[in-house]
Nanobody, 118 residues
Framework: QVQLVESGGGSVQPGGSLTLSCAAS???????????MHWVRQAPGKGLEWVST????????YYATSVKGRFTISRDNAKKTLYLQMNSLKVEDTAVYFC????????RGQGTQVTVSS
């Protein structure tokens, strides 16, 4: 079973920035560099929402409309780490953020809380 461990969450004011990280380990059958990786989030009282996807080599990236132009996904395959740079944060970005093996978030880490408030 692959282990995905997110970090970097916190509390910021609107307009602020945070960078999330996700370290992958374990699972002999899981090769980080061979997998598309995803960020999903869950706001209070809501379901999982897909945020962003990155291709295996990092050259192709997709973003939800709500975060496009503000968030940047990246990866370091040598370090088996996924990142999400979040700028111009809004109150509505408040959520638990998960990295995931699939876009639906079925296989994901434990999450890291991001709170945006004034």
């Amino acid at each position: 079973q692959v282990q995905l461990v997110e970090s970097g969450g916190g509390s910021v004011q609107p307009g602020g920035s945070l960078t999330l990280s996700c370290a992958a380990s374990g699972a002999s059958g899981f090769t980080f560099s061979s997998n598309q990786m995803h960020w999903v989030r869950q706001a209070p009282g809501k379901g999982l929402e897909w945020v962003s996807t990155i291709s295996t080599g990092g050259g192709i990236k997709y973003y939800a409309t709500s975060v496009k132009g503000r968030f940047t996904i990246s990866r370091d395959n040598a370090k088996k780490t996924l990142y999400l740079q979040m700028n111009s944060l809004k109150v509505e970005d408040t959520a638990v953020y998960f990295c995931a093996e699939d876009a639906a978030g079925t296989t994901r880490g434990q999450g890291t809380q991001v709170t945006v408030s004034s």
